[in-house]
């Protein structure tokens, strides 16, 4: 049974892998990409002759801390997943100690807070949810946008549990059956949509339109019930309702185009927002600190 669970978390301005290990109960995180963030260093190829030349040391020294490091396929820029280094939040904590870095401290207190809120959503989910839409009202998303995304996300979530129950596999085989209704839908697989608005490792549903998130809930909607309806199993027989579900949102699609004039899919997205958004919030974070350190 699949134990791991992979997202992306943020840091400032750095966009950090992880994943979760259910059985284990722990998140385990890049090492490269937390060595990024401690020499700040946007470009992965440096981060990662970094960490190879500091892991050399540590283990001439004697170090444990690559020794307790794991290799896990994590998706990288390019859509594929490929092994990497990655570490539980105690060993980042001393891998944190070996690199000088003004970030260092709020890293450590990030690993923390983010482990800590991981414990509470298990025993609280709705504490997931209220997280999720507090995120996204701090990157000046709408409420109409966040009503749909979360829409979106449950109706996503179903359709994976289905999968999950009829002998699909979560890792390349969702991606497989996704990617069928996408380009279905929308004339286009993810990475060129992704490509299209100019997205790296960002989540192309976070940065996509009201009128793209309701058409991906359409499309995944129509997906999991005609796969009910015929009791597929196996990624083989899902690919026929995957493309099904797509087509359905792909007519709906192609009608409120001929209606309106204009394109569904576009090139907008969030990143200007959320770095504003992230910008601001520093600042009002510093300032803060700022105060408090007066009294």
């Known amino acids: 049974m699949q134990t791991f669970s992979s997202s992306l978390a943020v840091f400032e301005s750095f966009k950090i892998r992880r994943v979760y290990d259910q059985k284990a109960g722990k998140w385990f995180f890049s090492v490269i990409d937390v060595t990024a963030?401690?020499?700040?260093?946007?470009?992965?190829?440096?981060?990662?002759?970094?960490?190879?030349?500091?892991?050399?040391?540590?283990?001439?020294?004697?170090?444990?801390?690559?020794?307790?490091?794991?290799?896990?396929?994590?998706?990288?820029?390019?859509?594929?997943?490929?092994?990497?280094?990655?570490?539980?939040?105690?060993?980042?904590?001393?891998?944190?100690?070996?690199?000088p870095s003004k970030k260092a401290e709020p890293l450590k207190l990030w690993l923390a807070r983010v482990g800590y809120e991981r414990i509470q959503e298990i025993a609280d989910p709705e504490k997931a949810l209220n997280r999720s839409r507090e995120y996204w009202q701090r990157q000046g998303r709408s409420p109409k946008w966040i009503q749909q995304r979360m829409l979106g996300q449950e109706t996503r979530n179903k359709l994976t549990d289905y999968w999950s129950s009829h002998g699909v596999e979560?890792?390349?085989?969702?991606?497989?059956?996704?990617?069928?209704?996408?380009?279905?839908?929308?004339?286009?697989?993810?990475?060129?949509?992704?490509?299209?608005?100019?997205?790296?490792?960002?989540?192309?549903?976070?940065?996509?339109?009201?009128?793209?998130?309701?058409?991906?809930?359409?499309?995944?909607?129509?997906?999991?019930?005609?796969?009910?309806?015929?009791?597929?199993?196996?990624?083989?027989?899902?690919?026929?309702?995957?493309?099904?579900?797509?087509?359905?949102?792909?007519?709906?699609?192609?009608?409120?185009?001929?209606?309106?004039?204009?394109?569904?899919?576009?090139?907008?997205?969030?990143?200007f927002v959320v770095n504003s958004s992230s910008a601001l919030s520093s600042r009002l974070e510093h300032k803060a600190s700022g105060e408090a350190l007066k009294h």
């Open 37 to 99: 963030v401690l020499i700040d260093q946007n470009n992965y190829q440096t981060a990662r002759k970094y960490w190879n030349k500091l892991a050399e040391r540590l283990k001439k020294e004697g170090s444990q801390s690559v020794t307790n490091c794991h290799r896990l396929k994590l998706k990288a820029a390019d859509g594929k997943f490929y092994k990497t280094d990655v570490a539980d939040t105690e060993t980042l904590l001393r891998i944190i100690q070996s690199i």
């Open 170 to 271: 979560k890792k390349n085989e969702f991606a497989i059956l996704t990617n069928i209704i996408h380009h279905e839908w929308s004339g286009l697989s993810i990475q060129k949509h992704k490509k299209i608005k100019n997205l790296s490792q960002e989540n192309l549903r976070d940065h996509m339109s009201d009128a793209e998130l309701i058409f991906t809930a359409l499309a995944e909607l129509s997906t999991r019930q005609i796969a009910e309806g015929v009791q597929a199993y196996g990624v083989e027989q899902n690919k026929n309702p995957a493309r099904q579900g797509g087509q359905i949102a792909k007519n709906a699609k192609n009608e409120l185009e001929q209606k309106t004039g204009k394109p569904v899919i576009n090139s907008s997205n969030y990143k």
